[in-house]
Every structure is written in structure tokens, then in C-alpha cells.
Nanobody, 126 residues
């Protein structure tokens, strides 16, 4: 079993940056692909980015391409989401999740993830 805890959220002005962290417990972190999702008020949870267990393969939603970077450090059992050039529409609760699926396409679906963190709030002011 994997437990996930997100941190790094907060209030930032438009154009600013934040780095989210996702700390995992357990010795099997490196065997899972990781993903970041977000959910804004009144909207469904949406895919943001994913990374393979090795870190060699990353995949982004169109809204994240060129602005967000997903990474991981298996030695630290931690995944990251570096967000830059933030926009008010990026305001949401951000969740990290762990997946056994190896296909980047499949990892765009929240239903392909086995474990979830509790989320961290990101608010971007205009």
C-alpha cells in the first residue's frame, strides 16, 4: 500500500510559480507511475500530468504543456509538479496519485490510479 501526502500549495499571483510535492510512504514507490490531477469548484477532476516509474516518460494535458513540469526522485519517494506562468484558471485543489498502468494514455484517466493524496489548494489571483 502507498500513502501520499501533497504539499506546496498556496496563494500566488498570476504569472507566478509554485512547486508541489507528493511524499509517498512505503518501499514500493518506485514501482508506480505517478500522476497529478486537479479539481476546481463545480468542475470534474481533470488530468494534469503523469510520469512513468523510471521518470523517463512524461505526459501532459494541453493546459499544462510548456508551463508545468512533472518529475520524481525515487530515492526520496517524492514526486513533484513545478508550475510556472500560473493563471487564475489554474486555481484548484491539486491531487497526486499512484498508478500501476504503464501506458501514458491510460494514465490520463483518474480510474487508472490506485492511491490518492488528500490534495493541496492552489489559488492564483489575477
Amino acid at each position: 500500500q502507498v500513502q501520499l501526502v501533497e504539499s506546496g500549495g498556496g496563494l500566488v499571483q498570476a504569472g507566478g510559480s509554485l512547486r508541489l510535492s507528493c511524499a509517498a510512504s512505503g518501499r514500493t514507490f518506485s514501482s508506480y507511475a505517478m500522476g497529478w490531477f486537479r479539481q476546481a469548484p463545480g468542475k470534474e477532476r481533470e488530468f494534469v500530468a503523469s510520469i512513468s516509474w523510471s521518470g523517463r516518460t512524461t505526459y501532459y494535458a494541453d493546459s499544462a504543456k510548456g508551463r508545468f513540469t512533472i518529475s520524481r526522485d525515487n530515492a526520496k519517494n517524492t514526486a513533484y509538479l513545478q508550475m510556472s506562468t500560473l493563471k487564475p484558471e489554474d486555481t484548484a485543489i491539486y491531487y497526486c496519485a499512484a498508478s500501476r498502468y504503464q501506458s501514458a494514455d491510460e494514465r490520463t484517466s483518474q480510474y487508472r490510479y490506485d492511491y490518492w493524496g488528500q490534495g493541496t489548494q492552489v489559488t492564483v489571483s489575477s
